[in-house]
Nanobody
Framework: QVQLVESGGGLVQAGGSLRLSCAAS????????MGWFRQAPGKEREFVAG????????SYRDSVRGRFTISRDNAKNTVYLQMNSLKPEDTAVYYC??????????????WGQGTQVTVSS
């Protein structure tokens, strides 16, 4: 089993920045693909960004590309999401996810509990 714990959420004004962190523990592996999803009130959970085990490959949903950057530090078993130029529509609970095979965009084995991000206009 792998446990994922998110941190770094909060309240920020539009145009501001936040950095989310996701610490993995348990049977972690640098081969795990990891990523972030988000869920706004009344909406379905949606993919935000993903990163391969080595960190060499990343992917983003169109609405955040160029504003968000996903990265990972395998020595610390941590994945990050740097969010810049935040917009009110980025407001959501952000979830960290991981899987053993394939992109997290299409399948997920583990989930964190989520961290709230609120962007005020």
């Amino acid at each position: 089993q792998v446990q994922l714990v998110e941190s770094g959420g909060g309240l920020v004004q539009a145009g501001g920045s936040l950095r989310l962190s996701c610490a993995a523990s348990g049977r972690t592996s640098s081969s795990h693909n990891m990523g972030w999803f988000r869920q706004a009130p009344g909406k379905e959970r949606e993919f935000v960004a993903g990163i391969s085990g080595s960190g060499s490959s990343t992917s983003y949903r169109d609405s955040v590309r160029g504003r968000f950057t996903i990265s990972r530090d395998n020595a610390k078993n941590t994945v990050y999401l740097q969010m810049n130029s935040l917009k009110p529509e980025d407001t959501a609970v952000y979830y960290c996810t991981a899987n053993r095979l394939g992109s997290v965009r299409y399948s997920q084995d583990y989930w964190g509990q989520g961290t709230q991000v609120t962007v005020s206009s």
